[in-house]
C-alpha cells in the first residue's frame, strides 16, 4: 500500500510559478512510476506528467511544467511556471508499480487526495 500526500498549491497570477510536492509512503517509492493529473470543474481529469527513469509530459505544458523525483526523500515534484487561467485545477499524484510511463490514469493504483491551483488573469 502507498499512501500519497501533495502540497504546495494555491492562489498565483498569471505568468507565476509554483512547485507542487507528492510525498510517498513505503521503501520502493524508485519503483513506481509517478504521475500528475489534474481536473478543473466540469471536465475529466487529464494527464499532466509522469517520471520514471525520464519523463514525459503533456503538449499543453511542455516547456512550462518540469515533473521531477527524489527518490531518497519519496518524493516527487511539479514545477510549474508560467502559469495561465487555464491551469487551474486540482492537481493529483498517482503512483504505479513499475517503470514504465503512461498517460492513462486507469493505469495508476494509488492516488493523493489532490491541492487546488488556482490561476487568475
Known amino acids: 500500500q502507498v499512501q500519497l500526500v501533495e502540497s504546495g498549491g494555491g492562489l498565483v497570477q498569471a505568468g507565476g510559478s509554483l512547485r507542487l510536492s507528492c510525498a510517498a509512503s513505503?521503501?520502493?517509492?524508485?519503483?513506481?512510476?509517478m504521475g500528475w493529473f489534474r481536473q478543473a470543474p466540469g471536465k475529466e481529469r487529464e494527464f499532466v506528467a509522469a517520471?520514471?527513469?525520464?519523463?514525459y509530459s503533456a503538449d499543453s505544458v511542455k516547456g512550462r511544467f518540469t515533473i521531477s523525483r527524489d527518490n531518497a526523500k519519496n518524493t516527487v515534484y511539479l514545477q510549474m511556471n508560467s502559469l495561465k487561467p487555464e491551469d487551474t485545477a486540482v492537481y493529483y499524484c498517482?503512483?504505479?508499480?513499475?517503470?514504465?510511463?503512461?498517460?492513462?490514469?486507469?493505469?495508476?493504483?494509488?492516488w493523493g487526495q489532490g491541492t487546488q491551483v488556482t490561476v487568475s488573469s
Open positions: 513505503g521503501r520502493t517509492f524508485s519503483t513506481y512510476t
Open positions: 517520471i520514471t527513469w525520464s519523463t
Open positions: 498517482a503512483a504505479r508499480l513499475g517503470l514504465l510511463k503512461s498517460d492513462n490514469d486507469k493505469m495508476y493504483t494509488y
